[in-house]
């Protein structure tokens, strides 16, 4: 029987979905709904009961869903039972950020690997991690297995970084530089530019008046 194939669009809901649910267990909550998660989320509820019928059959008519369960069978769907080491290339403003960010705690990611080019950052310490130099990222990422990384470079030097990256194994890249990457097909890419969020919510700002 030929797999289902899954929309890129409904797995990317997927994360929305758990961390929504997340918050439900934090707030003590056993059960919820899709109307509930919809309404947190801005979403049609049948689009929500869609998205989850694609992986099977979660909740019960009239009860709703598991919050517990929910969670277990979305962490378990998007591979994350275990704890995934990523690598950092970009030490710089932004990096350090990322280093001291917490919000990765628990969530199925630890930054293992930090680097950067700068001769002045290599060897320093920060966050517990040593940066190491980026002309180690060919051996060091498959010595550690490491399948995930992120950039967080200047944009003229985003797309070497990202052929060196896959080169050394590397399958999915959160992508800060403002840039779209040239990667192999197998490889996935998510793009995080502020400026592109912001310029997309003035569209709908009031305009000056003339």
């Known amino acids: 029987m030929k797999e289902i194939e899954v929309p890129d ?9 758990l961390r929504t649910l997340e918050f439900l267990a934090m707030e003590g909550r056993e059960i919820t709904s899709s109307a509930e998660l919809a309404e947190r989320l801005g979403l049609n509820p049948a689009q929500i009961r869609k998205d989850l019928s694609y992986f099977g059959s979660f909740g019960q008519q009239g009860r ?3 919050v517990k369960g929910l969670i ?3 962490r ?22 990322l280093v001291h960010y917490q919000g990765f705690k628990d969530k199925g990611f630890r930054l293992a690997l ?19 130099d980026s002309a180690l ?16 470079v200047p944009p003229q030097e985003a797309q070497k970084v990202a052929d060196v990256l896959v080169s050394a194994g590397v399958e999915a890249i959160l992508n ?22 912001l310029r997309h919510m003035t569209y709908y ?3 000056p008046q003339q």
Do not use: C, T
Request: proline share 9%; net charge positive; charged share 20%.
């Open 76 to 97: 378990q769907i998007l591979n994350l039972e275990r704890e995934w080491e990523v690598a950092l290339v970009g030490v710089g403003d932004l990096g350090r950020a």
């Open 205 to 207: 700002l009031p305009r």
């Open 72 to 74: 277990e069978a979305l």
């Open 114 to 132: 930090l680097f950067d080019n700068n001769p002045q950052k290599i060897g320093m310490k920060i966050g517990g991690l040593e940066i190491m």
């Open 9 to 17: 669009i409904v797995v990317s809901r997927l994360p929305l979905y």
């Open 176 to 197: 800060y530089a403002p840039v779209n990457l040239k990667v192999p097909p197998h490889v996935k890419v998510h793009y995080i530019d502020p400026v592109v969020g």
């Open 64 to 66: 709703g869903y598991s």
């Open 137 to 152: 990222i060919p051996k060091l990422i498959p010595e550690r297995g490491i399948k995930i990384a992120i950039i967080a």
